[in-house]
């Protein structure tokens, strides 16, 4: 069964900082992985997803994450945040199938102080 | 990109009464649709997978005969919450996938159900 482990449950940063958010998966054949962001009220968004090819994907909104077959990772990473990156972050996973179910994690809350 | 619209947004519903939630693909088809449930500041727990023209597939803990699960049709999915109690209030998402096609999902905007 996959699984997906986000360990930052909640994360705080000054604007300006860099940000990498944690995030492993578990499955034994391959995935595509997904980072969607959930700003306070609002409904699920794609940041990025990665499928196949260049490990390094880059997303919306200054975004990128870094897929390490090796550490079973998907790491989120941004340079320098900015006050309204404060959301709710998931990383999913699903089996590298048709119409497969994604499974997230458990979430970070990322807090940023202006 | 695909879009994937849910209704009601909103809903209150007393105790003891069924809600039904529809799922709908606005401009492509899915065979397979799926049913999450967010409580306030967790993550989505997949409640089950709705297949067109068959059953519903139930994730562990779930109650199918609770949470009806209807796909009529390649665009449709209709989840309902028969004898709602307020301990089933939350936050409904669903998911379609482009029919064949290794893609991403796309998320409706989610029903707040809140049960008094």
């Known amino acids: 069964a996959q699984s997906v482990s986000q360990h930052n449950h909640h994360v705080i940063l000054s604007e300006a900082a860099s940000l990498e958010l944690g995030c492993n998966y578990s499955y034994g054949g391959t995935v595509n992985l997904f980072w969607y962001v959930q700003y306070p009220g609002q409904h699920l968004q794609l940041l990025l997803k990665?499928?196949?090819?260049?490990?390094l994907v880059k997303g919306i909104k200054g975004f990128e994450a870094e897929f390490i077959k090796s550490k079973f990772s998907f790491n989120l990473r941004k340079p320098s945040v900015q006050w309204s990156d404060t959301a709710e972050y998931f990383c999913?996973?699903?089996?590298?199938?048709?119409?497969?179910?994604?499974?997230f994690g458990s979430g970070t809350r990322l807090s940023i102080r202006p | 990109g695909a879009v994937v619209s849910q209704h009601p947004s909103r809903v209150i519903c007393k105790s003891g009464t069924s809600v039904k939630i529809e799922c709908r693909s606005l401009d492509f088809q899915a065979t397979t649709m799926f049913w999450y449930r967010q409580f306030p500041k967790q993550s989505l727990m997949l409640m089950a997978t709705?297949?067109?023209?068959?059953?519903?597939?139930?994730e562990q803990g779930v109650e199918k005969d609770k949470f009806l699960i209807n796909h009529a049709s390649l665009t449709l999915s209709t989840l309902t919450v028969t004898s709602a109690h307020p301990e089933d209030s939350s936050f409904y998402i669903c998911?379609?996938?482009?029919?064949?096609?290794?893609?991403?999902?796309?998320f409706g905007q989610g029903t707040r159900l809140t049960v008094v």
């Open positions: 998911s379609a996938f482009p029919r064949g096609l290794n893609t991403e999902a796309f």
């Open positions: 999913a996973v699903n089996a590298k199938s048709s119409a497969s179910k994604i499974i």
């Open positions: 990665y499928f196949s090819g260049d490990p």
């Open positions: 709705s297949n067109e023209g068959s059953k519903a597939t139930y």
